[in-house]
């Protein structure tokens, strides 16, 4: 299968190339990203190497250079990762999500469009290649926000709710969490269901919104093949600085303080990275054309406790056994005094403009017709992620500098 994977140099297009590369023997993709900011060759260093990838550096709105990458492959698949992705970035300067995240889509689908089209159909639709497809990665910010009820939390079990909501009995919720030693908590009694409207705050959140709708539009008016997957918050590895859990990880090594926006109560629903990749994978390849899938971790909490887990869990890590200093391995990596590891470094600083309160994904849909299941528990996730953060500190420090330019003109020149 031929693949292209826009956006494939940033965190989450990164992870999905190498979750596919190593799952299947027969399988190309291509990689389109303008490297922006936000990407990084150096993530997908070693794939390149990898004679079933190649790598354009280029932008999805550029019509003539996403015409020439279809020309020269005969793609299957397209998986549109590529987009402005940080809200706070969003909220200063709205116009380049517009134009990437929607006019971006639509120049993507046009010309796939173009070269998947064999014939019309009697009612005059277009009529596609066997097995090709679109998929949109979308997100959970498209439904909006949703009440606190909860405050404080409850097992998802004794809340109830989500079995009312979404058509997964008590007990497939239990079975499904067999294997967890805690169940996942909520805090609230409404869920993003598939069927709820779309309801944007941020322009982030509106810009994918547009793209999500115009995915559908093409659908509806010319059948064209695709799926739209809406996912809550991904962390894990390669996932840049700006982003909360990645930041307050490089920020907490540094001795900084930690920026918790207004009292950190919002609740978002942490999803690992590599179950996201999972996930797409599952609606790419057993996706009913058409439909929207929402990703989802079971995994409600609030920003300011995700801020003290990340805290101690670092402190766990880096702390040598029984002794109080840091192990050896990790002596210039963790430039915070040990004793500063502590809630004494979170900063309530001022809010997020139009700061949405809640984010919960109803992810039943995908659990039953699919097989979804977010393997991995948060306490296990955000381990892993921290590992790979202390032993990925060139990484860090290469996206900080901004000398990935260099490290592309050295790699993409020899290919
Ligand atoms: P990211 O910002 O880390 O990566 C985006 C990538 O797209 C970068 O490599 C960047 O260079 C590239 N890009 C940006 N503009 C481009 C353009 N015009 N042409 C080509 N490439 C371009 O983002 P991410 O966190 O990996 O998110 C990937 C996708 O998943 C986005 O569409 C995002 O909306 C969606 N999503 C993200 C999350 C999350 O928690 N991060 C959750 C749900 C959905
Ligand atoms: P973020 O990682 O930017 O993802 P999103 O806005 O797409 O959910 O932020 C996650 C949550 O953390 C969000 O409620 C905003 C909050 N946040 C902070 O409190 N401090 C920070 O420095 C950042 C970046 C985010």
Redesign the pocket.
């Known amino acids: 299968m031929n693949y292209l994977v826009?956006?494939g140099?940033?965190?989450?297009?990164a992870n999905f190339v190498k979750y596919m590369l190593k799952k299947y023997e027969d399988i190309n993709i291509v990689v389109?990203?303008?490297?922006?900011y936000?990407?990084n060759l150096g993530t997908i260093g070693e794939e390149l190497k990898d004679s079933r990838v190649s790598f354009v550096k280029?932008?999805?709105?550029n019509k003539e250079l996403v015409e020439n990458i279809f020309m020269n492959n005969d793609i299957d698949y397209v998986v549109n990762?590529?987009?402005?992705?940080?809200v706070d970035r969003s909220i200063e300067d709205p116009g380049i999500f517009l134009k990437?995240n929607i006019l971006?889509t639509q120049i993507l689908m046009d010309v796939a469009k173009a070269h998947w089209t064999i014939s019309k159909d009697e009612k005059g639709y277009p009529v596609y290649k066997d097995g090709k497809k679109f998929l949109q990665?979308?997100?959970?910010e498209v439904y909006g926000t949703l009440e606190r009820d909860i405050p404080e939390g409850q097992s998802l079990v004794d809340n109830g709710q989500l079995t009312v909501e979404n058509g997964l009995s008590l007990e497939e919720l239990k079975d499904l969490f067999k294997n967890r030693e805690a169940m996942p908590k909520v805090f609230g009694n409404k869920f993003f269901t598939e069927e709820k409207g779309l309801d944007p705050r941020s322009p982030y959140a509106t810009s994918?919104t547009g793209a999500d709708m115009l995915v559908r539009a093409y659908n509806e008016t010319y059948h064209f093949p695709v799926n739209v997957t809406r996912?809550?918050?991904?962390y894990g590895p390669y996932h840049?600085p700006e982003?909360l859990i990645p930041l307050i990880i490089k920020n907490i090594l540094e001795g900084k303080n930690l920026p918790v926006y207004g009292d950190g109560k919002q609740v978002r629903d942490w999803l690992y990275v590599e179950d996201h990749c999972k996930g797409i994978d599952m609606v790419i390849n057993g996706g009913r054309l058409g439909e929207a899938y929402n990703i989802g971790g079971f995994n409600e909490e609030q920003n300011i406790n995700i801020v003290k887990l990340t805290i101690d869990t670092v402190r766990k890590l880096v702390v040598d056994n029984g002794e109080l200093k840091v192990k050896d391995q990790y002596k210039n990596v963790v430039k915070c005094p040990l004793e500063k590891i502590n809630y004494d470094l979170i900063t309530h600083v001022q809010d997020r403009l139009g700061h949405d309160a809640r984010y919960a994904i109803d992810p039943a849909k995908t659990v039953k017709e699919l097989g979804f299941y977010p393997e991995t528990p948060f306490t296990v996730g955000i381990e892993k992620t921290i590992k790979w953060y202390l032993d990925n500190q060139e990484w860090v420090n290469e996206v900080v500098s901004g000398d990935y330019q260099k490290y592309y003109n050295e790699m993409y020149g020899k290919k």
């Open positions: 826009t956006g140099a940033g965190f989450i297009g389109l990203d303008k490297l922006t936000a990407g280029g932008d999805i709105c990762f590529a987009a402005e992705s940080h990437t971006g990665v979308s997100t959970d994918k996912c809550s918050n991904n840049f982003k």
